[in-house]
């Protein structure tokens, strides 16, 4: 059974993260569950949630129900930091305070400590040994040895960390295991930022038959992509060339203080993101250019190959708190192609519909059609094994958050 505390935590996740339709379609894709099973869709939506948890706890499910809404829409953070929290949080129903029985049934079991994993003590317990634990029944003598027994642990505690902090002076400190970095990294030049990187026309196998089922062959024409995501700086240009509106947190054709010229630009739509595209005469890359963009011909996990890596990208294990400049991970973080930042930095919007795998061209939608679109890659607010070549995440359209921006794609003209 779930604690208030993790059924509240829960319930606001997943209303954060979804709508009565993504919902349906995340238990269908990812726990093989249908809601009209649980609740009508015509409820109110937090009466969906509640109904659906309900028959989770009931059912068994909850830890399933959490690692596939976490799965299925990794950008969301509200259901990122619960998914990393959960086992924590769900303990929270198993720890309490020592349980004693009542006076009227002196034989019951006791739980000592408040440990859900302590051993229980069953069968008939005297109340002489349940008082034994209530020190108001102590004699005074034993609460002097106690004070005594505190005093000399806490004095040889301090000699032993002074002593410790004595010897730490004279060595070096070390670290261990993978440098995690936050950069500021190189600008790039005009002409680094405008570079469109050709792929070479293929087939190859989409998805990981893990969450991203079913993996399948998708054959791709040769086509262009941005080495960089799309930059504050080009927006700029963009909104002075244009006179359209400004993303939020602009300032008229300012960008908001305390970023600069070469971090991504962010909170854009993806009708902004489409615009900005067309009227550089290019388009959105598709989901499928996008994942062999990332993955290379190796079929990588990550675009440096199938191991994290927290050096090669600015994700959640770096703790930078915002978007970098674009190639502040370069050479190292880039994929097979020389395409930068498809790890981490932002989530990036592609032209693509959300929908059950496997990929259609067809998926390439016009502008009014009402499905959530398609966002690919890390960002600074996801773990890294959260933001592989292949996860996917959904939002609608209309959607603007500090986390996503874009980069823009081309055919290859003959």
């Known amino acids: 059974m779930l604690s208030e505390n993790a059924y509240r935590q829960l319930q606001q996740a997943l209303l954060d993260a979804y709508d009565a339709s993504s919902l349906a379609t995340m238990l269908r894709a990812e726990l093989g569950r249908k809601l009209s099973q649980y609740a009508s869709e015509k409820i109110a939506f937090p009466d969906i949630v509640a109904a659906v948890i309900e028959a989770a706890e009931r059912e068994g499910w909850t830890d399933d129900l959490v690692r596939g809404a976490t799965h299925y829409n990794p950008g969301n953070r509200r259901l990122a930091q619960l998914a990393e929290d959960w086992e924590s949080v769900q303990s929270e129903a198993e720890r309490g305070d020592v349980v004693a029985p009542s006076t009227s049934q002196p034989g019951g079991n006791v739980t000592v400590g408040g440990d859900a994993n302590a051993p229980i003590i069953t069968g008939n317990v005297s109340d002489s040994v349940i008082n034994f634990w209530n020190y108001a029944d102590w004699p005074w003598w034993w609460l002097a040895v106690l004070i005594t027994i505190l005093v000399i642990v806490v004095l040889t505690l301090v000699v032993v960390v002074r002593g410790q902090r004595s010897d730490s002076q004279a060595v070096e400190p070390t670290t261990t295991g993978s440098a995690a970095v936050c950069v500021a990294g190189v600008a790039p030049s005009s002409a680094e930022l405008n570079e469109l990187i050709q792929i070479p026309a293929t087939t190859f196998v989409m998805g990981d038959n893990l969450g991203e089922r079913p993996q399948h062959e998708v054959t791709l024409d040769a086509f262009m992509i941005d080495r960089f995501e799309v930059t504050n700086q080009q927006y700029q240009q963009y909104l002075l060339a244009t006179g359209v509106k400004e993303p939020a947190g602009w300032n008229g054709t300012e960008f908001p203080d305390g970023q600069t010229a070469f971090q991504p630009v962010v909170n854009v739509t993806w009708y902004d993101a489409v615009a900005y595209c067309a009227a ?115 939002a609608p359209a209309e959607l603007f958050v500090d986390e996503v921006g874009f980069r823009c794609a081309a055919d290859v003209t003959p």
């Open 280 to 394: 550089q005469d290019k388009r959105l890359p598709t989901e499928a250019e996008w994942e062999y963009a990332c993955r290379g011909p190796e079929g990588w996990r990550f675009p440096w190959g199938d191991d994290i890596a927290p050096a090669n990208a600015n994700t959640l294990e770096n703790a930078c708190a915002q978007a970098q400049s674009v190639g502040s991970y370069s050479p190292d973080g880039d994929s097979a192609f020389g395409v930068a930042d498809l790890a981490g930095n932002v989530l990036e919007w592609v032209g693509t519909v959300f929908r059950p795998y496997p990929f259609s061209d067809e998926w390439i939608v016009a502008r009014d059609s009402a499905e959530f679109r398609t966002m690919r890659g890390g960002s600074w607010t996801i773990g890294q094994a959260q933001g592989s070549c292949t996860v996917r995440s959904q």
